[in-house]
């Protein structure tokens, strides 16, 4: 971290900020000129809100050096993280994986069509929602537990791994009972007290963006649930709030290759929450092939127009036949095996 101090600064100021640091444990290096104090803190500054020091008077600006997020981070790790996800297959590195399956688990015979066709076109990852958090009260909140229980029940028969948003710490025993992948939907990234809980589980966690968080927010998110133990975290860009209403958020795809800079994580795409429209679902699938991230959430659904949830967004099982020709295709151009 660099601080700089305002030219009118006066020694006492600059004293007040250097023993408050030097206090913590941090070393100084003054590389001040004749015209303005300028000085470097060295140590581990990830606990320290930058923001907070500019408290002290005099102080100009303040630069961070390193990263805020630390476990993280891409300089703390230099190569890739790979994710076993209970032996069924792994996200990472040069491997492009796919979870697929409905927005929400509605019945049992939705659920095993839609698994059957995922399974038989090689997608070993059944993503199912039970508890959804939706905009209306009035809306299909999913089938809770009986939902969780099914989705293991179809994985097993297909031996898929399965995920599934938690909606809150308190039913944490229950997803690990039932899931192998814990999924933290955009609307919780930043639910500390669940982040928190879920740095003591043993599951891989999802961890969507929200959707208004920078990426740095983001990977602070990570971080917290990487801090508390559980090193093995799964990014999803789903897009995010912009002033364009054609599309239900924006996809930032070149969040994948800011994260793939800052953080040695996975980043999957998840097209359908990001366009939320089922024509854009395969083109934007390739962009997210192309752009190198590390796999796709897709949702499906064998009779969109009955969905219960998010049909508009959801491919029929030939679209998403078709999607999956596309991606075995360009997997090899693009250095990927499909997973
Ligand atoms: C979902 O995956 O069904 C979902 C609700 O996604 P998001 O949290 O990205 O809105
Ligand atoms: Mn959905």
């Known amino acids: 971290?660099?601080?700089?101090?305002?030219?009118?600064?006066?020694?006492?100021e600059y004293k007040k900020i250097v023993n408050y640091l030097k206090e913590r444990n941090?070393?100084?290096k003054d590389v001040r000129s004749e015209n303005v104090i300028v000085f470097g803190v060295i140590g581990d500054t990830s606990a320290i809100d930058?923001?907070?020091?500019?408290?002290?008077?005099?102080?100009?600006?303040?630069?961070?050096?390193s990263t805020p997020f630390k476990n993280a981070s891409r300089a703390f790790k230099a190569e890739d993280t790979i994710i076993k996800i209970n032996g069924i297959t792994t996200i990472g590195k040069d491997q492009f994986t796919m979870i697929a399956g409905p927005c929400s688990i509605e019945s049992e015979t939705q659920l095993r069509t839609t698994a059957k066709?995922?399974?038989?076109?090689?997608?070993h990852i059944l993503r199912g929602g039970a508890y959804k958090p939706r905009t209306s009260p009035y809306a299909f909140q999913g089938m809770a537990l009986d939902g969780l229980k099914l989705l293991r029940k179809i994985s097993d028969e297909f031996e898929m791994a399965a995920i599934s948003e938690i909606p809150s710490a308190d039913l944490i025993d229950t997803f690990e009972q039932y899931v192998d992948i814990i999924q933290v939907g955009a609307?919780?990234?930043?639910?500390?007290h669940l982040l928190k809980a879920l740095s003591k589980s043993s599951k891989p966690i999802m961890l969507k963006r929200g959707l208004s968080a920078t990426i740095e927010e983001w990977l602070m998110s990570a971080e917290y649930i990487m801090a508390g133990g559980n090193p093995n975290v799964i990014l999803c860009e789903r897009g995010i709030r912009t002033f364009e209403k054609y599309t239900r958020n924006t996809?930032?795809?070149?969040?994948?290759?800011?994260?793939?800079?800052?953080?040695?994580?996975?980043?999957?795409i998840d097209p359908s929450h990001a366009a939320g429209r089922w024509q854009m679902i395969d083109k934007l699938s390739l962009a997210a092939l192309a752009v190198g991230a590390s796999g796709l959430m897709i949702e499906v659904h064998p009779n969109p127009e009955e969905a219960l949830s998010d049909g508009a967004q959801s491919l029929k099982i030939p679209k998403f036949n078709e999607l999956m020709d596309h991606i075995e295709t360009l997997t090899p151009m693009f250095g990927k095996t499909l997973k």
Do not use: C, W
């Not at 907070?52 to 630069?63: C, N, Q, R, S, W």
């Not at 066709?117 to 997608?123: D, E, I, N, S």
């Not at 070149?254 to 953080?263: G, T, Y």
């Open 251 to 268: 996809l930032d795809i070149s969040s994948v290759l800011a994260v793939q800079e800052l953080s040695h994580l996975p980043v999957i």
């Open 1 to 12: 971290m660099i601080i700089q101090l305002k030219q009118q600064a006066t020694q006492k």
């Open 117 to 123: 066709h995922l399974k038989a076109k090689g997608t």
């Open 50 to 65: 930058p923001h907070d020091l500019y408290a002290f008077e005099g102080v100009d600006k303040i630069t961070r050096v």
């Open 187 to 192: 609307r919780n990234m930043q639910n500390f």
């Open 26 to 28: 941090f070393k100084i």
